[in-house]
């Protein structure tokens, strides 16, 4: 089982950036597919977005797409997510999550098997 590490959230203004990293350990990084999950108090958690083991396939929610870009380096066994233009509904806890890769997007949080202790996004309006 992967091990997963968030890091990089803090308190920011709206319209500013962070970059999210999520450092992966335990595990071959290339064989697994990574996903953005985010989840506010009271809320359900959300899929922000999802890349592939090669990161050839990426996707993002329709509620960050052109604001939020998901990537990842096997080098490094790290994935990122850089967040651009933040609003002040962005402010979330953020959890990265991984499986075993697959060809398709899952933004269902039941299907993956591994998962970090999350970092706190705070945008101020």
């Known amino acids: 089982q992967v091990q997963l590490v968030e890091s990089g959230g803090e308190l920011v203004q709206t319209g500013g950036s962070l970059r999210l990293s999520c450092v992966a350990s335990g595990g071959t990084f290339g064989s697994y597919a990574m996903g953005w999950f985010r989840q506010a108090p009271g809320k359900e958690r959300e899929f922000v977005g999802f890349?592939?083991?090669?990161?050839?396939?990426?996707s993002t929610a329709d509620s960050v797409k052109g604001r939020f870009a998901i990537s990842r380096d096997n080098a490094k066994n790290t994935m990122y997510l850089q967040m651009n233009s933040l609003k002040p509904e962005d402010t979330a806890v953020y959890y990265c999550a991984a499986r075993i890769t697959t060809g398709v997007v899952i933004t269902a949080p039941g299907r993956y098997t591994s998962w970090g202790q999350g970092t706190q996004v705070t945008v101020s309006s």
């Open positions: 890349i592939s083991g090669s990161g050839v396939i990426r």
